[in-house]
T-cell receptor, first 110, second 112 residues
Framework: DVKVTQSSRYLVKRTGEKVFLECVQD?????MFWYRQDPGLGLRLIYF???????EKGDIPEGYSVSREKKERFSLILESASTNQTSMYLC?????????FGSGTRLTVV | QKEVEQDPGPLSVPEGAIVSLNCTYS??????FMWYRQYSRKGPELLMY????GNKEDGRFTAQVDKSSKYISLFIRDSQPSDSATYLC????????????FGPGTRLSVLP
């Protein structure tokens, strides 16, 4: 089974900090995604990547950037954390079938 | 109107009941449909993946797609307390990951 691992389950950061969320998948998938999940809004796509060093904006990229230096690793960066970025962040990888999600990182910005 | 609508619940049923979870959508081009189960403080896990109209069965779970009505359903037979979770639907016109639109999820509680 594909495993997607997110490095932190819970994070608390201060407003203005630069925040790194790490994601690693172990099945050589080319496609990787970052979503945020908020009550009543469902999953919203922040960024995705088709391959190493390749990135594309999703629906809500403002305030975020990503990095994919190796195929198995996809990092989400909050350049200057703000309280409206308090959310659950989910990383996923995908091949021809459905997504495989990580367990999520619950980020609180204070 | 949101592209994908889903009753957020919570939906509470007794153990053993048949559960029906539903999503409606507005984009007639959608033809790939997924159902995910998400336990509290976990990531979503894929339950069913269907293409176009019709039914697909996997154990106690049946996914049904009615493209003419823009309506999809997930049925759970003989529901168990372990089925208590939030159920998300997702759909897309293409099998490209970035195109899938997720519903907000329905919270289900199966009471022993």
């Amino acid at each position: 089974d594909v495993k997607v691992t997110q490095s932190s389950r819970y994070l608390v950061k201060r407003t203005g900090e630069k925040v790194f969320l790490e994601c690693v998948q172990d099945m050589d998938h080319e496609n990787m995604f970052w979503y945020r999940q908020d009550p009543g809004l469902g999953l919203r796509l922040i960024y995705f990547s088709y391959d190493v060093k390749m990135k594309e904006k999703g629906d809500i990229p403002e305030g975020y950037s990503v990095s994919r230096e190796k195929k198995e690793r996809f990092s989400l960066i909050l350049e200057s954390a703000s309280t409206n970025q308090t959310s659950m962040y989910l990383c996923a990888s995908k091949t021809g079938g459905g997504y495989t999600f990580g367990s999520g990182t619950r980020l609180t910005v204070v | 109107q949101k592209e994908v609508e889903q009753d957020p619940g919570p939906l509470s049923v007794p153990e053993g009941a048949i559960v029906s979870l539903n999503c409606t959508y507005s984009n007639s081009a959608f033809q790939y449909f997924m159902w995910y189960r998400q336990y509290s403080r976990k990531g979503p896990e894929l339950l069913m993946y269907t293409y176009s109209s019709g039914n697909k069965e996997d154990g106690r779970f049946t996914a049904q797609v009615d493209k003419s009505s823009k309506y999809i359903s997930l049925f759970i037979r003989d529901s168990q307390p372990s089925d208590s979770a939030t159920y998300l639907c997702a759909m897309s016109a293409y099998n490209y990951g970035q195109n899938f639109v997720f519903g907000p999820g329905t919270r289900l509680s199966v009471l022993p």
